[in-house]
């Protein structure tokens, strides 16, 4: 019998206080976007790391949105980020633009591929 992955919104906000859950999830990130030439600083205070990471992200998005889309595309296929992600993000934060929205899915989405990993590397 297989395991489900215990992964819900009560597990996604406890992990964002889990220091090591946080600094993975920066690394993640970092890693991702460096791939495409992209340079996201390591967050100096990992209590702050949402947010220093989602600032970096948000302008880094929207410039993306209008100067390079397909660089966009292939950032969102790099970290698993769909069409429909997106615009059920979009219809969840109406008062988002979408650069803002699709950064906050983009963290999301790299806490929950570390949170994943994680598990598996515990239970195999």
Do not use: C, W
Request: hydrophobic share 40%; net charge neutral.
């Amino acid at each position: 019998m297989s395991k489900l992955i215990p992964i819900n919104e009560n597990s996604i906000k406890k992990s964002r206080n889990d220091r090591e859950i946080v600094r993975k999830t920066a690394l993640q990130v970092i890693r991702d976007f460096n791939r495409f030439g992209i340079e996201i600083k390591f967050p100096g205070d990992l209590r702050m790391a949402y947010d220093e990471l989602y600032a970096q992200l948000s302008p880094i998005i929207q410039e993306l949105l209008n100067t390079n889309l397909s660089t966009v595309y292939s950032i969102l296929y790099t970290v698993d980020l769909n069409e429909y992600k997106i615009k059920k993000g979009v219809a969840e934060m109406p008062d988002l633009e979408l650069h803002e929205v699709i950064s906050h899915l983009l963290l999301d989405r790299e806490l929950r591929k570390v949170l994943t990993r994680d598990f598996f590397s515990r239970n195999m």
